[in-house]
């Protein structure tokens, strides 16, 4: 069973930057299809999808994180980072992991909440103005 764990939370200002990880505790990606995503929840809000990458490397991102967000793994394939610059009171949220061995969910969109399969417990940003 794949379990994910998020860390890097924490509270920044705005216009500040915080980058989150994600270790997959089994063996590496590699060599695997999957998507993976970065998603967010933010209080009394439905849980989005933020970012997602598939074991291409191809990469998607929610209109509004484009141009300051960036979603990546480490060559090993065993971490997920999210950098997230330009922060805003907006983007206060648990962030959370997820993967799914089905590509398809990562072509040309960000992954979709239903489509994924394994979760982490997530990690809170808090971004104060």
């Known amino acids: 069973q794949m379990q994910l764990a998020e860390s890097g939370g924490g509270s920044v200002q705005a216009g500040g930057s915080q980058k989150l990880s994600c270790t997959v505790s089994r063996d590496s990606l590699k060599y695997t299809r999957y998507c993976m995503g970065w998603f967010r929840q933010a209080p009394g809000k439905e849980r989005e999808a933020v970012a997602g990458?598939?074991?291409?490397?191809?990469?998607n991102y929610a209109d509004s994180v484009k141009g300051r967000f960036t979603i990546s793994l480490d060559d090993a394939e065993v971490t997920l980072f999210l950098q997230m610059n330009g922060l805003t009171p907006e983007d206060t949220a648990t962030y959370y992991c997820?993967?799914?061995?089905?590509?398809?969910?990562?072509?040309?969109?960000?992954?979709?909440?239903?489509?994924?399969?394994?979760w982490g417990k997530g990690t809170l940003v808090t971004v104060s103005s």
């Open positions: 990458i598939d074991n291409r490397g191809r990469t």
């Open positions: 997820a993967h799914t061995p089905t590509r398809g969910y990562c072509n040309d969109q960000v992954p979709p909440v239903y489509g994924m399969d394994h």
